[in-house]
C-alpha cells in the first residue's frame, strides 16, 4: 500500500484544494476539511506535515504545499483534473508565481520577453512542479532560462537606468551600429566623471537585448576588486559565468557547466605553472619572479591587441593555447549572432602599472580572433588616449545637448519644472547628468524658498532664489552645500559636513571621531546611535551598507577636494582622531582606515612603514586619487608594482621608494614583452652618480633588446659605483654572473667562462651552494660551447656532487636551472635525471629525434583528439608527457637512448636561450 493510498479522503482533499494555488492562508481550509470529526485538528496536522511556511507576493506570512507532495499530487489530478480544482478555488493569491500557474493550466506561453526577472522565475519554478504533467513548450521553457539569464547579467546596467535616460541618439547609433556591423576594432567611450558614459552603455546595451534575439552579454566592471587585467584564467571564468546564464544549455548540472569549470580550472593551474617554469639561471640567483622574455615563461599569447605581432613575446606553450582555445569554442558555441563584452570604469586599469594594459590587450586580442561575434566596448573617465590605437575607436562623450537636458529636467517625477525654468538651469549649471541629477534632488527638498507652492509651478525660480550666487567652477560644492542646508537637524547638517572626510560611519565613529570636529555633543550610544539613523535618511548624501553607512560614491569623488579647502582645520582634526580611534583596533578593515587617514595627513614614511599591513593595500586602492601626492605616491611604492607611477607621483618618491615601485613594474613590463617601455622607465631617474638604480634589472632588459654592449657599459658603471661605496660581495656576485651571461650571448665564450669561474670563487666563498651550482652550471656550458674541453667531465662529476647534496625541494623550485644542469651532465645522475623528467617534463613538437622516441615506445599523446575532455587527459603538455615518461621508465629500469634524446633537447633549449 503506497503512501497516497493510506490517505484520508480529508487529507487528499486538502492537497488537492491548494495544490494550484501559489499560496495560502489557513482560513482558506475550512471548507475543505469539513466533514472530519475534528476539522480544525486535520487542519493544523495537513499544515505542519505537507506544508511549508513562506511569505507571499504581498510579504505576508503564508503556507505553501510542499513541491514534493505537490507534484504527486498534481500527477493523480492530471491536466483537466488540476484545471478543474483551479477553478473550483473559492479565493487565490497574488503574485507571478500565481500568474504562472494559471498560464500554465489555461495552455498559454507568453513571449519571455513580456516578463519580468519575478515572472520568469516564477515560470521556471512552475514548470518543475507540473513537468510530465501539464504539456508545455521546451523551447519557451529555454527561452524563459535564457531571458532570466539576460535579465540578471543585465541588472548592474538597468540599475544605472533608474534616474532616466533622455537624448544621445547619435551615440546610441554609433554603438548599434558597431555590435551589429565587424570592423575589427573595439569600442572606447570616453568622458569626464558624472557625464553619462555607463548609463549610455546600459541603455544601448538593453537596446540591443531587447531588439535583438541572440545577443549575449559579459558586463567586467573593474571597480570591482575581484578582477585582475594579469588573470586570464579568471576574466574568462568571468565571461563564461555570465554568458552561460544567458544560455538554455548550461545549468549548472548540465555537462556543458562541468567541462566549462574544469576547462577554467585547468587554465589556471597551468597559467600559475608556467609563470615560473623557465628561466635563465644566473638570473635566479636574485631571487626574481621574472623570467627572460625571450623564453616560454607567461603562456603570452605572441600578440597585441587584434593582431598585432608583439617580437618579444614567446609562443603560448600548446597545453595554454589549446585550453584558452576550448573555452573560447564553450563561448562561441552558446550560439549567440553577438557577443558584447563591456569593460566599464577602465580608468582603474590605467591606474595600474602599464602591463597590465598590455597583458589584458593580449587576451582580448586572443579572444576576438578566435570569436568572431565578439564586440568589445571600453568605457572609462578621461581614458589617456596613448593607451590606444587605430585598432580602437575612440569617442569621447561630451555634456547633454540642450534639448535633452531639458527634457530630462522637465519629465522627473515628484518635480514640475517649466522649458523656460530648464533652460535657466541649464545656462547656470550646465547640462552635466550628474550635476543636473543634484539639482534635482535638491529642488525635491527645496520648500523653504517657496518653490514648492500649492501646484508646484515654480514661479519663484528667478535671478533672485536658488541660482543667485553660483558661479562656474563651484557649481557642483555650491549645490552640495544646498543640499547639506536643506537638512532639517542642524546635528545630522554639522555630521554630514565635514564628516564626509571619513569614509565609513558608525555610531562609535561618530561619538568617537566625528563629535568633536563637527562640534557635536554626543558624549552616549543612544545619541550617537540616533544621529547614525538620522544620517541614513539621508539618501542624497549616503548609502547603508550593511551596518555602516557610507558616502555616496559619486557625491563624495566631486566634494571632498572642496571640502578640504572648506574645512581644511576640521578635516584634519578629524583623521588626527580616526587615527587613534584605528589604532586601538586589529582587524585588516581597521588598519586599512588607519593607513588612509595617515596617508591623508602626510604622515612620514617610516611611521607608515610601521603600521602597514599587505593586506589592507587593495582596501585602500580605491582610494588612491583622494590621497595627496605623498600619499599616492607611498602607496606606489607598497603596491608591488600594481600601480602606475605617474609624474606627479615619481616627484614625491624617494630613490628607496622609487626602486621599490619601479622594480615589480618593470618586470610586469618585460613579461609583458615592453622591452623599451621597461627600458625608458627605468631610465627615467639616475643615482648621484649618474649610475643606474637597478643595474641588474637593467641588464637584463638590455640583454632581451639584444643592445649587449650597452649591458657591459651598465655593468662597468654599477661596479665603479660599487666599489667607491664599498660593495658587498654578493652584489660583485650578481654583476659577475650577469657579465658572463652577456659575455655567452654575444659569442664571446671564453671570455665568459673565466668570468663565470670568478663568480663561482666568490660564491663558494660568500653564497649558498645552490649559487655555487648556478655559476658551476655557467662556466660548463660557456666551456663546451667555446670549445674548452679539457675540465669538463671533472667539473660536471663536481657540478653532480654538488647538485646532489641539495636538497631536491630547493632544486624543484628552480626548474630553469636543472634543466641546464641535465644538459651538461647528462644521465651522471639518474635520481637528478629522474626529477628533471619529473619537474621539466618532455615536450612534444620541440626535437624530431624526442618525438620519434616518444612514438615508438608509445608515450605521445594524440593531439588530434578533438573531444573537449579536461585538459590533463589530452594536451600533449609538459606535465601529462612527463608524468607518462616517468612511469614508462620506472617500468622499463631505464632506457639510455630516450634519455640521451631528452637531455640533448634540454641542452638545445639552454643553447637558445642563452644565444
Not at 505537490?70 to 478543474?84: C, F, H, M, S, V
Not at 621539466?840 to 629525434?849: D, L, P, Q, W
Request: hydrophobic share 40%.
Amino acid at each position: 500500500m503506497t503512501k497516497a493510498d493510506r490517505l484520508t479522503p480529508a487529507r487528499r482533499e486538502l492537497r488537492e484544494a491548494t495544490a494550484t494555488l501559489a499560496s495560502f492562508q489557513g482560513g482558506w481550509l475550512e471548507a475543505s476539511a469539513a466533514g472530519e470529526v475534528d476539522p480544525e485538528q486535520s487542519i493544523v496536522d495537513f499544515l505542519l506535515d505537507d506544508c511549508v511556511k513562506v511569505r507571499d507576493h504581498s510579504g505576508a506570512a503564508a503556507w505553501t504545499l510542499d513541491p514534493a507532495v505537490r507534484r504527486d499530487t498534481l500527477k493523480r489530478l492530471g491536466t483537466r483534473g488540476a484545471q478543474e480544482r483551479r477553478a473550483q478555488a473559492p479565493r487565490v493569491p497574488d503574485g507571478p508565481t500565481q500568474a504562472a500557474i494559471d498560464r500554465i493550466l489555461r495552455g498559454e506561453g507568453p513571449a519571455p520577453a513580456e516578463l519580468s526577472a519575478a515572472d520568469l522565475r516564477a515560470e521556471l519554478q512552475v514548470v518543475r512542479w507540473f513537468d510530465g504533467i501539464v504539456s508545455r513548450s521546451d523551447d519557451h521553457e529555454n527561452a524563459a532560462r535564457r531571458r532570466l539569464g539576460r535579465l540578471e547579467v543585465l541588472q548592474p546596467l538597468t540599475d544605472l537606468l533608474r534616474f532616466g535616460f533622455v537624448g544621445r541618439g547619435a551615440e546610441l547609433e554609433r554603438i548599434a551600429r558597431h555590435i551589429d556591423v565587424d570592423d575589427g576594432r573595439a569600442l572606447v567611450i570616453s568622458g569626464v566623471g558624472g557625464v553619462g558614459k555607463s548609463t549610455l552603455l546600459a541603455r544601448a546595451v538593453v537596446d540591443a537585448v531587447d531588439l535583438r534575439g541572440e545577443v549575449l552579454v559579459a558586463y567586467l566592471n573593474f571597480d570591482r576588486g575581484a578582477l585582475r587585467t594579469d588573470d586570464s584564467a579568471g576574466l574568462l571564468a568571468e565571461i563564461l559565468a555570465q554568458t552561460s546564464l544567458q544560455s538554455p544549455d548550461t545549468s549548472r548540472e548540465s555537462p556543458m557547466e562541468m567541462h566549462l569549470a574544469a576547462v577554467i580550472d585547468e587554465l589556471r593551474r597551468q597559467e600559475e605553472a608556467d609563470l615560473g617554469w623557465y628561466g635563465l639561471s644566473s638570473r635566479s640567483i636574485q631571487g626574481n619572479t621574472y623570467k627572460s622574455a625571450n623564453s616560454r615563461t607567461r603562456p603570452g599569447l605572441g600578440v597585441n591587441p587584434f593582431g598585432r605581432t608583439n617580437p618579444y613575446l614567446a609562443s603560448p606553450t600548446s597545453g595554454y593555447d589549446d585550453l584558452l582555445g576550448a573555452a573560447a569554442d564553450l563561448l562561441e558555441g552558446f550560439g549567440a549572432d553577438r557577443v558584447v563584452l563591456l569593460l566599464d570604469t577602465f580608468e582603474e586599469v590605467e591606474r595600474n602599472q602599464e602591463s597590465d594594459l598590455f597583458l589584458l590587450w593580449d587576451f582580448l586580442g586572443y579572444l576576438r580572433r578566435r570569436i568572431s561575434s565578439l564586440r568589445i566596448i571600453v568605457s572609462g573617465r578621461a581614458l589617456d588616449p596613448q593607451d590606444f590605437d587605430d585598432r580602437f575607436v575612440v569617442r569621447t562623450l561630451d555634456e547633454l545637448d540642450e534639448e535633452s537636458a531639458i527634457t530630462l529636467l522637465t519629465t522627473q517625477d515628484g518635480l514640475e519644472v517649466s522649458e523656460s525654468q530648464a533652460r535657466l538651469i541649464t545656462a547656470r549649471f550646465g547640462r552635466s547628468p550628474l550635476t543636473l541629477r543634484l539639482v534635482t534632488d535638491l529642488l525635491k527638498h527645496d520648500d523653504d524658498d517657496g518653490l514648492f507652492e500649492a501646484g508646484g509651478t515654480h514661479d519663484s525660480l528667478d535671478g533672485t532664489s536658488l541660482l543667485d550666487g553660483i558661479q562656474a567652477g563651484l557649481v557642483q560644492g555650491q549645490l552640495y552645500s544646498r543640499i547639506l542646508w536643506h537638512i532639517a537637524d542642524p546635528d545630522v547638517r554639522k555630521l554630514a559636513h565635514p564628516g564626509l572626510v571619513v569614509r565609513v560611519i558608525t555610531p562609535d565613529i561618530i561619538r568617537e571621531v566625528l563629535a568633536v570636529p563637527c562640534e557635536l555633543d554626543v558624549t552616549t550610544e543612544p545619541e550617537a546611535l540616533g544621529l547614525f539613523r538620522a544620517l541614513a535618511e539621508e539618501a542624497t548624501l549616503v548609502e547603508v551598507d550593511g551596518e555602516v553607512l557610507r558616502h555616496r560614491a559619486d557625491v563624495r569623488s566631486r566634494m571632498l577636494s572642496w571640502l578640504l579647502l572648506d574645512r581644511r582645520d576640521q578635516a584634519r582634526a578629524i583623521h588626527v582622531a580616526a587615527i587613534d580611534y584605528y589604532r586601538a583596533r586589529e582587524t585588516v578593515e581597521d588598519r586599512a582606515e588607519e593607513l588612509y587617514h595617515m596617508l591623508m595627513v602626510g604622515s612620514p614614511s617610516d611611521e607608515l612603514d610601521d603600521r602597514w599591513d599587505d593586506r589592507a593595500y587593495r582596501l585602500l586602492k580605491p582610494s588612491r586619487d583622494e590621497l595627496p601626492p605623498r600619499g599616492r605616491a607611498y602607496l606606489a611604492a607598497r603596491s608591488g608594482g600594481d600601480l602606475r607611477i605617474d609624474d606627479d607621483v615619481s616627484s614625491h618618491l624617494d630613490d628607496a621608494g622609487w626602486i621599490r615601485s619601479t622594480e615589480s613594474n618593470v618586470r610586469s613590463l618585460v613579461q609583458a614583452g615592453q622591452l623599451e617601455v621597461a627600458l625608458d622607465t627605468l631610465r627615467s631617474r639616475r643615482g648621484s652618480l649618474g649610475e643606474s638604480l637597478l643595474p641588474l634589472l637593467e641588464i637584463e632588459v638590455l640583454e632581451d633588446l639584444r643592445r649587449f654592449d650597452e649591458a657591459l657599459e651598465v655593468i662597468q658603471s654599477a661596479r665603479r659605483v660599487s666599489l667607491d661605496r664599498s660593495g658587498d660581495d654578493e652584489f660583485e656576485l650578481r654583476l659577475r654572473l650577469a657579465e658572463s651571461r652577456v659575455l655567452e650571448r654575444m659569442g664571446r665564450f671564453h671570455n665568459a667562462a673565466d668570468t663565470a669561474r670568478q663568480a663561482r670563487e666568490l660564491a663558494a666563498r660568500v653564497a649558498e651552494p645552490i649559487d655555487v651550482l648556478i655559476a658551476t652550471v655557467e662556466m660548463l656550458r660557456t666551456m663546451r660551447r667555446g670549445g674548452e674541453m679539457w675540465d669538463l667531465d671533472a667539473l660536471a662529476d663536481s657540478a653532480t656532487d654538488l647538485a646532489e647534496s641539495i636538497p631536491f625541494i630547493d632544486l624543484e623550485v628552480q626548474p630553469g636551472l636543472v634543466r641546464e644542469l641535465l644538459g651538461e651532465i647528462g644521465t651522471r645522475s639518474q635520481r637528478l635525471f629522474e626529477l628533471g623528467v619529473g619537474i621539466i617534463g618532455v615536450e612534444s613538437g620541440t626535437s624530431a629525434r624526442v618525438d620519434r622516441d616518444l612514438t615508438e615506445r608509445g608515450l605521445l599523446f594524440d593531439d588530434n583528439d578533438d573531444q573537449l575532455l579536461p585538459p590533463r587527459e589530452h594536451l600533449v603538455t609538459r606535465g601529462t608527457t612527463g608524468d607518462r615518461v616517468q612511469g614508462y621508465l620506472l617500468n622499463a629500469g631505464g632506457d639510455d637512448r630516450l634519455a640521451d634524446s631528452i637531455v640533448q633537447q634540454w641542452r638545445d633549449e639552454s643553447d637558445r636561450l642563452y644565444s
